[in-house]
Every structure is written in structure tokens, then in C-alpha cells.
């Protein structure tokens, strides 16, 4: 009997720039990529300022800085004026350079936000990487106690900051502990790891049941690099077979990977034997030895079903 569980992930923000999933403490500086509500670092709980925020906040001091040194020069000019020609000059003149500045600030708003950003994050960047840090030590934390659930959540939003090899497998052996179900925001190419690992092709063989269009093709180029090291594993046949398939949705890759379909042509299910037959019959570049397998397999295994006639 099964001992993996049922669950159902916490839905991760949907955002247009990486720093839009960070956030800082008002309180001690720090920055963190989780949901909690208490800092890591200093305790401090509903202390959290987004980057965008805090880029805002730069900016507006920055142009009430600058607005103020205007201001100072004009006030400085009409008070040393010597007569009150001079100081209407000093005042019309502190008043074009105000709305002036206005302008071009409305003007180069987004330029002048995308400079401050990038001064800001590389300003903070050791700061960044050691609250990230905190949150790697939280999720293990979670995962040491067994709640695999809240660690895979945790390490996946760190894995957007940090995707090394050990992330990505600390979240394949969380996921392997689940049901996986297709209704679910799974991942796949993203937890490619740099070497041949089982927990992953164990993941793999999961994920090729439900949703087997997660077979990229930096998935498919992995399956083929270590294909007699997966095949050696309970699951791994199983697995070969589902990238086969996968490999027949773009017609392009009939070449790439030949040889995973040469070898496990007679395991694919009817429709993709079938899509195979066509993409064969259409191809341009005749593959004798891959035409006589499938036609080989066809006549043992569909002889009689008219959706075979004719094609090969």
C-alpha cells in the first residue's frame, strides 16, 4: 500500500519580475521570499515592505531632496537679490526650474525607476542572499519535522532566487511523498538535476502519468543522456515510454530522439503508435529501419484495426 498523501499546494504569486517576490523588514533590513508574517531574523511580525515599495519610497525622498536643493538655491538668490527686479527673476526662475524638474521626471519616470531598482538590488545583494539563506534554514526546518508539504512550498519560492542541484532534489524528495495528481502546478524541466538521479526519475515516471506534456525537450534531452541508467530501474521502462510519446508531439524531434522510439516503439499506447505512423508517412526523410519497427509492431499488436490500414 501507498504511503504517499494527498494534498493540495499553496498557490505561488504570478510575477512579471523576480524582485516583485521579495520583501524587506522595516525593522532589522532583512529580506525574505516566504509568506510568513514574523521576520526570521529579528521576530518582528506585519514588518514587510515589497522592493517595489521601497523603490517608490527612494524615489520620492530622492525628489524631495532635490526639490528642496531648488528650492534652497532660489530662496538663497531672492535673498541676496538687490533690488526687487532680482527677485522676481529668483522666483520665476526657482519656479520654471520646479516645474521643470516635475516634468522630466513625469517624463523619464520608468527610466529613472529601472536605475533606482538595479542601485538598489546590487546595493543590497549580500543582504538578499543571507535572507534567503534564513529561508533555506526555515523550509529545512519544515522538512527535518516532516511537514513535507510546507517545505516543498518554501523551497519552491526559494528556488526561484536559488536553483542549484540541491534545491531542486530537496523539492523532488518532498513531491515524492504526494499524490500527484493532474490538477496540480507541477514542475518538471526546472527540476532537471545536473546528474543522474533516482528520486527524479522516480518524480518523472509520476508526472508522465498525469501530465505527460511536461516532457520538454530538456526533459527528453535528460531521458535520452542517461536512458540505460533509467531503464535499469523498476520504473524506468515506464518512463522511457512516456518520453517516447512525448518526443512525437513535434515533428521535429523524430530524428533527435530515433532511438528511444526504435527502442520503445512496441510499449507505445494506440494513439501515439498511431501519431508515429503518420508523422512516418509524412516525413520527407525515409527511416527505413524505424519504418520497419513500427510496421513491425503494428502487425502484432494492431493487424485488424482499421486505423492502421493504409498509413505505412
Not at 529545512?140 to 534545491?167: H, L, P, Q, V
Not at 526519475?201 to 525537450?217: A, C, D, I, N, W
Amino acid at each position: 500500500m501507498s504511503d504517499k498523501v494527498a494534498v493540495h499546494f499553496r498557490k505561488t504569486r504570478t510575477t512579471a519580475h523576480l524582485f516583485q517576490r521579495i520583501k524587506h523588514c522595516r525593522k532589522c533590513g532583512n529580506y525574505s521570499c516566504l509568506w510568513d508574517d514574523r521576520c526570521l531574523s529579528c521576530g518582528a511580525e506585519r514588518c514587510w515592505i515589497d522592493v517595489p515599495e521601497m523603490v517608490q519610497a527612494v524615489q520620492k525622498h530622492r525628489a524631495q531632496t532635490s526639490m528642496l536643493f531648488i528650492g534652497t538655491i532660489g530662496a538663497a538668490a531672492f535673498l541676496l537679490a538687490r533690488n526687487t527686479k532680482e527677485m522676481a527673476l529668483a522666483l520665476i526662475g526657482t519656479a520654471v526650474l520646479l516645474t521643470l524638474y516635475a516634468l522630466l521626471s513625469k517624463q523619464f519616470k520608468s527610466i529613472i525607476y529601472r536605475r533606482t531598482l538595479s542601485r538598489l538590488v546590487l546595493h543590497e545583494m549580500k543582504k538578499i542572499r543571507e535572507g534567503l539563506l534564513l529561508d533555506i534554514g526555515d523550509a529545512e526546518k519544515d522538512f527535518k519535522a516532516g511537514d513535507k508539504k510546507t517545505a516543498y512550498e518554501k523551497f519552491r519560492e526559494i528556488g526561484y532566487f536559488i536553483n542549484d542541484d540541491s534545491i531542486k532534489l530537496l523539492k523532488v524528495y518532498c513531491l515524492n511523498h504526494f499524490v500527484i495528481r493532474s490538477d496540480m502546478n507541477l514542475e518538471l524541466a526546472s527540476l532537471l538535476p545536473g546528474q543522474f538521479n533516482k528520486d527524479f526519475v522516480r518524480y518523472m515516471h509520476e508526472v508522465g502519468k498525469v501530465r505527460p506534456q511536461l516532457f520538454t525537450r530538456e526533459v527528453l534531452d535528460y531521458v535520452l543522456k542517461y536512458c540505460s541508467a533509467i531503464e535499469a530501474l523498476p520504473e524506468g521502462p515506464h518512463v522511457l515510454t512516456a518520453a517516447a510519446g512525448a518526443a512525437l508531439r513535434v515533428k521535429g524531434y523524430l530524428r533527435t530522439y530515433r532511438q528511444l522510439l526504435l527502442e520503445r516503439a512496441v510499449d507505445l499506447p494506440k494513439e501515439r503508435l498511431l501519431r508515429l505512423c503518420r508523422m512516418l508517412a509524412e516525413s520527407q526523410e525515409y527511416d527505413a529501419e524505424l519504418t520497419a519497427t513500427v510496421r513491425h509492431v503494428v502487425k502484432l499488436k494492431f493487424a485488424s484495426d482499421p486505423e492502421f490500414q493504409g498509413i505505412l
